[in-house]
């Protein structure tokens, strides 16, 4: 077997070396070369079939390298299709579940021959072997470096994949399977390909290929490579779709994409048009909205982008309010369409406008709903337009509030118990510091409770939160004396009232802690402070020498 592989390698580096040599062949003479360049890369593909030691012959021996050769230089080997089945079939057995030979054949350039042969039509027979030995060489590092080192590759993957789209048959949708695994895993791993994406012309191209796979059920094939789902958002039935959509995230959700992107007036209309426009057939209409949704919110991370949307695309906007983020929609494009009104939110200068379309209303809906992220982006909208007085009218006598304090003292997420609380606390700093007729509407609500766990609970993860809530106690303490009665329940030596978790410390050793810190660290000094501001405040209250030793 030695003397086998080592006779093989040196046919192949002898047949190339006439191919490629000065002396021009006639016709004759190279069709010879061609004839046995097919018969000794078959009989290779057969050495190094199941085969890892004749895998290894061939690599000690410089037959892989050769192999790559013929991928990279031999021009018939794209257009012959006896010499393409025979080079592409010698690369998939030579680097199957071989790392070392498929390195071997990247380094060698044989990467970018594999994506020119299934872009040059019409398919042929022999692309099942090429989408097989790409498959094979692309679950290699060496692939995605290769792929970051030249951009071209991955432009050259997006063209093929909406050529193929365009063309009917098995043969190109498996080679589109190929190529969008490739493309989906790629952009996964590699932070640079995804920074090579961030043009309009790639981003439009992979929202085409996502209207593809939404009108275009495929066809699965056992044993065939396919992209899983992806992670985030919520998983939906088609995995194509899926993965485009992660793509789309991916490229979209680099800080690069905020000046490439942005600035694009194609792009920005297609994702107009798409939230803009509720008919047809509705998963198709909903897989669109929400990869339009989540790249827009990812596009919409700073202030002058959010508030340029809402002035220039307010009948946009108003879409998502009331058709993309309403009860009953699509999970995932609910979510993406929670997720970009939020960061939408975040730009003081859209908040009443926000509020002008109904958002509060809308996003309190979603405070109870049962999906965990969009019930969190819905309790981010209203804490941030908890800065909009109507707003705030509006959750103290709606539902937001009462929901709020229920998902609040129920929920077993830290995420959703901490903004939630965040949001009472809002709530509460604006009722009784600014507008005297909603007090009645809040009075009859237990605030101290949540405010008073979060200290207790989440106090040193999030100093600020903590702050937070020490502030809306003492301003519900100094507000209401059923509040200074509540919180100085907490505080009684006989009290035994779990606020937290069986570990954690009651919170009359949390505030006594507080009030003797004497960290200079500035958060910290600023919660020591707001506590004792609280003690002082609760001993206007006090009658029965709770707080003695406190003071």
């Not at 580096?13 to 006439?18: G, P, S």
């Not at 049962?370 to 007085?389: E, K």
């Amino acid at each position: 077997q030695p003397l086998l592989a080592q006779a093989l390698s040196a046919v192949l580096q002898r047949t190339l070396a006439d191919l490629s040599g000065p002396e021009e062949l006639s016709e004759p003479e190279r069709a010879d070369r061609m004839l046995l360049l097919v018969q000794t890369l078959r009989c290779m593909g057969n050495v190094s079939a199941d085969n890892s030691g004749g895998r290894a012959q061939l690599l000690e021996h410089g037959g892989v390298t050769g192999i790559a050769r013929v991928l990279s230089g031999v021009a018939e080997v794209l257009s012959e299709p006896l010499l393409m089945r025979a080079a592409f079939g010698a690369a998939l057995n030579a680097a199957l579940d071989t790392a070392d030979n498929a390195r071997a054949l990247i380094a060698g350039g044989a990467l970018e021959p594999h994506l020119r042969a299934l872009s040059m039509g019409p398919p042929c027979d022999a692309w099942a072997v090429v989408c097989m030995s790409l498959d094979s060489l692309c679950e290699s590092d060496e692939a995605v470096a290769a792929f970051e080192q030249d951009a071209a590759c991955m432009a050259s993957v997006l063209g093929t994949l909406g050529a193929l789209a365009r063309v009917e048959g098995p043969l190109a949708r498996g080679a589109m399977r190929t190529l969008v695994w490739v493309l989906c895993e790629t952009v996964e791993k590699s932070a640079a390909v995804r920074i090579q994406l961030c043009t309009p012309d790639a981003v439009l191209a992979l929202f085409d290929l996502l209207e593809f796979y939404l009108e275009t059920a495929p066809e699965e094939d056992v044993g065939v490579s396919a992209p899983a789902p992806p992670n985030r958002p919520l998983p939906a039935g088609n995995r194509y779709a899926d993965a485009v959509t992660q793509a789309i995230v991916g490229v979209s959700g680099e800080d690069a994409a905020l000046a490439a992107l942005f600035p694009s007036r194609a792009l920005l209309s297609r994702l107009m048009d798409v939230l803009a426009s509720r008919g047809g057939d509705s998963a198709r209409a909903d897989g669109m909205a929400a990869a339009a949704a989540l790249c827009l919110g990812n596009l919409a991370r700073s202030d002058e982008h959010c508030v340029a949307l809402v002035d220039g695309h307010a009948g946009v906007v108003r879409a998502l309010v009331g058709d993309w983020l309403a009860p009953g929609v699509n999970v995932r494009t609910r979510h993406a369409a929670s997720g970009v009104l939020k960061n939408l939110s975040l730009a003081q200068a859209n908040r009443a406008p926000l509020a002008a379309m109904g958002l509060a209303g809308v996003a309190a809906a979603g405070v109870t709903s049962a999906v965990v992220p969009v019930q969190a982006n819905c309790i981010g909208i209203l804490r941030h337009l908890a800065a909009v007085p109507a707003c705030v009218a509006e959750m103290v006598r709606g539902s937001a509030l009462p929901d709020v304090l229920r998902v609040v003292r129920e929920s077993d997420v830290d995420a959703i118990r901490c903004e939630g609380t965040r949001l009472v606390a809002a709530l509460a700093k604006r009722v009784f510091l600014a507008n005297d007729d909603l007090r009645a509407a809040v009075v009859g609500h237990d605030l101290v409770t949540p405010l008073a766990r979060l200290v207790v609970m989440d106090g040193e993860r999030h100093p600020l939160l903590r702050q937070e809530s020490l502030v809306a106690l003492t301003v519900v303490a100094a507000a209401e004396p059923r509040y200074a009665s509540d919180v100085l329940a907490l505080l009684a030596p006989g009290d035994s009232a779990p606020l937290g978790r069986p570990d954690d410390k009651p919170f009359a050793e949390v505030l006594a802690m507080l009030v003797r810190s004497e960290s200079e660290e500035p958060l910290m000094r600023a919660s020591a402070q707001q506590a004792r501001s609280l003690v002082q405040q609760l001993a206007t209250h006090s009658k029965d020498g709770v707080l003695d030793a406190l003071l």
